[in-house]
């Protein structure tokens, strides 16, 4: 069987903006230099070209703004043939710039015979909720169909600001004219076509929300729950599913057991999405390939254990857990806990991943207790 897999890819870590809930805000403060990836270094080129031909999807995105190494996206979309591509921006930069970044990537997705789609992130943390400035001017571009293969825009905001946003939207579009049709998909997915073009609008819930903002957003089960219900099938971390609730995209879905959910981040170093526990490689250090992580992954005793449970199993372990459970609280996104935590307290985290199997033991010998008392 072939195994196919998500993967995320983090150019850089710099950013030209100061966003508060950033995992590198502290770093921000300090002017600490900011890795960039680079496909000239060691054996990077022919770990990215393996991976990506593996993958079903590639997202370029992370903790920094892609936008900061265009030139390591697009040398890498024009190596790598009919592929489908993300690119996620807060549009941090000048309008010339991404004007030239986006032209960029369009020419190597027409020497590659690939499609990208932009998604732009969309909030008050970004100050760039209101549609205005650099927002408008990109909206635009795409509404006037600018590109032959960037010819797609999403547009991601949280879920505490999804009524504002999505507000703003209608009004940005009354005030230009603009013919507007929204149907909602589901809690967190807005299907929008402005005169005639789709622009996807997607919710998702902020990592350490503040009180005002928690109060407008699910608590970490109750998301959880909701997008079980979406996506009417198991999630486990590190394992490729559709598209985070979305549903409307079939190349995100893998439907194979042996696929991965793998983060390549700015130093170069490869983990699992949403199951930070161990670096499994790094692209500089040796040529990476499926089958070497399949290995890898199959001789970690902690995330084979994490896998074979549920994502709501493994949260509320996490929340069950006396020295992690506020601290898993306070993050409130499923696929941000263990990468969060791993920055506090990494032995804690393998110890609950590993006790995993005491607690479905336990919660079974509940269940069966309760059942002996009903007859």
Not at 108 to 136: K, M, P, Q, T
Not at 299 to 324: H, P
Request: with cysteine; proline share 3%.
């Amino acid at each position: 069987m072939e195994t196919k897999n998500q993967l995320f890819i983090h150019p850089t870590d710099d950013c030209g903006k100061n966003c508060s809930f950033c995992v590198y805000a502290e770093k921000r403060k300090s002017n600490a230099d900011f890795p960039h990836l680079d496909l000239d270094k060691g054996y990077a080129k022919a770990s990215i070209n393996n991976l990506i031909t593996g993958a079903q999807h590639t997202a370029f995105s992370g903790g920094g703004e892609p936008l900061l190494n265009t030139k390591m996206i697009s040398d890498t979309i024009a190596m790598n043939p009919n592929k489908k591509y993300m690119v996620t921006t807060g549009l941090g930069l000048s309008v010339e710039n991404i004007e030239k970044d986006l032209e960029q990537i369009n020419e190597a997705c027409i020497e590659s015979n690939s499609l990208c789609v932009i998604r732009i992130s969309l909030d008050s943390y970004h100050n760039n909720i209101n549609f205005d400035g650099n927002v408008d001017e990109v909206l635009k571009w795409f509404l006037d169909k600018r590109w032959e293969r960037v010819r797609t825009c999403f547009i991601r905001g949280t879920v505490a600001e999804g009524a504002i946003l999505l507000k703003n939207l209608k009004e940005y579009c009354k005030a230009n004219k603009l013919r507007m049709f929204k149907k909602k998909i589901n809690k967190y997915t807005y299907a929008t076509i402005i005169n005639k073009k789709f622009f996807q609008v997607l919710l998702r819930p902020t990592i350490y929300p503040t009180e005002e903002e928690l109060q407008k957003e699910d608590s970490l089960l109750q998301y959880i729950d909701n997008m079980l219900k979406i996506d009417t099938e198991e999630i486990n971390l590190g394992k490729p599913r559709s598209c985070r609730g979305c549903r409307g995209c079939d190349s995100w879905k893998s439907g194979l057991d042996n696929g991965l959910d793998i983060t390549v981040n700015a130093k170069g170093d490869i983990t699992l999405y949403g199951a930070e526990v161990d670096i499994l490689g790094n692209i500089y250090d040796e040529e990476i390939t499926y089958d070497l992580l399949n290995d890898r992954v199959n001789d970690n005793d902690v995330i084979r254990t994490l896998q074979m449970y549920g994502v709501r199993d493994v949260m509320q372990a996490f929340l069950e857990d006396k020295v992690l459970g506020s601290e898993t609280a306070k993050i409130n996104y499923p696929f941000a806990v263990i990468r969060e935590l791993m920055e506090k307290d990494p032995e804690r985290v393998k110890y609950v991943i590993r006790n995993l199997p005491n607690l479905e033991k336990q919660k079974e010998e509940k269940k069966s207790f309760v059942r002996r008392l009903i007859r």
